[in-house]
């Protein structure tokens, strides 16, 4: 993934500074680092996570944010559980309100990494309900790494609240690691319905083998140890890592706010979606005339596009003239 350069994190910050807009990241599964791509904004962002697994959690992740909370309750959709069976695996970030489907996992390398160390009632909460308790109407940046429910917790939103969501990071599996579990396809098709487009796909994985073919493989040969041979059994895709942004077309008929523009432009250039900046700046200009913002704004972006341009062709003469060179030393 490229990330922005200083250029752009300036740019973003000088908006966010300007018009006095505190976006709000919802962080599920917060265990672990906060996304990379948040850190140019969270000295202005109100940052709210949720992780009921706390082994990996990371204390620095509520650091260096314009204000923040992280809650230690499983999140679910049900808004009449209070309690529910946690699965505590043997790794922190594999741990799930879902049971691991074995018989799945069992084909996979990393299938040990599911095994169930203790299944504890653990304290619930419905977004919805803890939303209302924190005073927050509505949420900028949903993120999402649920083990199994991603979809479910989206879709558990009250619709005035998910309709206005501008940005989702899902991670949804491609086979069942989980019984019960949301899988991208479906994940995919609702959000693209309802007023999103994909953005960013990394598909990841791991060795599709079984471990009684792992063992028997070592113990023909003692030189296969089980770690040598996982190094050489081709990674199979198993999860996503997916990232969805608002149509303008979804903007547009949902009349979205002067502030909603904004983020979503400073969303866009987040992810390197120049294109989708433009989009949305000449849709917001189409809607709202030529007003001082709009002025603005287009000449930041032009400017910002002229130097990605020049950048471009820099590169493009570079390589000319290394190709050059080499066909030289070809011919002396």
Known sequence: MEYMN????????KLLKKNNIHPILLDIGASGDIPEIWTSIKEDSYYIGFDPDLRDLHTSNEDGFFK???FNS???EDINSVEVPFYLTKAPYCSSTLSPDNESLSNYIFYDLFTVEKIQSMKSSNLNHLMESQNITHIDW???DSQGIDLSLFKSLENEIRSKILAVDIEPGLIDAYVGEDLFADAHTYLIQNGFWLSELNVRGTGRIKKSTLDRLSSINTQNSSEILKKVIKNSPVWCE???LRTIEWMDSNHFSHENYILSIIFALMD???GHAFDILFQ???KNGDDEFSKEMLVTLENYLNDKIIQQKSIIQKNFIYKCIDYL???I
């Not at 200083?6 to 910050?13: A, S």
């Open 6 to 13: 200083e250029e752009i994190k300036y740019i973003i910050q």
């Open 68 to 70: 923040s909370v992280i």
């Open 74 to 76: 499983a999140v679910i």
């Open 142 to 144: 949903f993120k999402t």
């Open 242 to 244: 997916a990232r969805y």
């Open 272 to 274: 390197n979606q120049l």
């Open 284 to 286: 917001y200009e189409k």
């Open 329 to 331: 030393k070809k011919r």
